[in-house]
């Protein structure tokens, strides 16, 4: 009984992971959330500067991998 325990958690993982990517890939590339948080009234550098603080200028392993790590600590925010 053990044994399949420990086999179902093992399997989980990778489902779990491919869920993750999935749906954070669907919320990535779904709109631009810089426009939807700044409105209409921006000027580029605005825009620079929010895109760089949200870490949006970063690949998209990059942002997966803060999105994974926060997830882990319970910060879906």
């Given at each position: ?17 491919v ?14 959330p810089?426009?939807?948080m700044?409105?209409?009234d ?11 603080s ?12 803060k ?11």
């Amino acid at each position: 009984m053990f044994a399949f325990i420990i086999s179902r958690i093992l399997q989980a993982i990778p489902v779990m992971a491919v869920v993750a990517l999935i749906s954070f890939a669907m919320f990535a590339y779904v709109g631009d959330p810089v426009s939807i948080m700044l409105g209409q009234d921006f000027t580029e550098a605005q825009r620079q500067a929010l895109i760089a603080s949200l870490g949006l200028d970063q690949p998209f392993f990059v942002q997966f991998a803060k999105f994974v790590g926060n997830a882990a600590q319970g910060e879906f925010g």
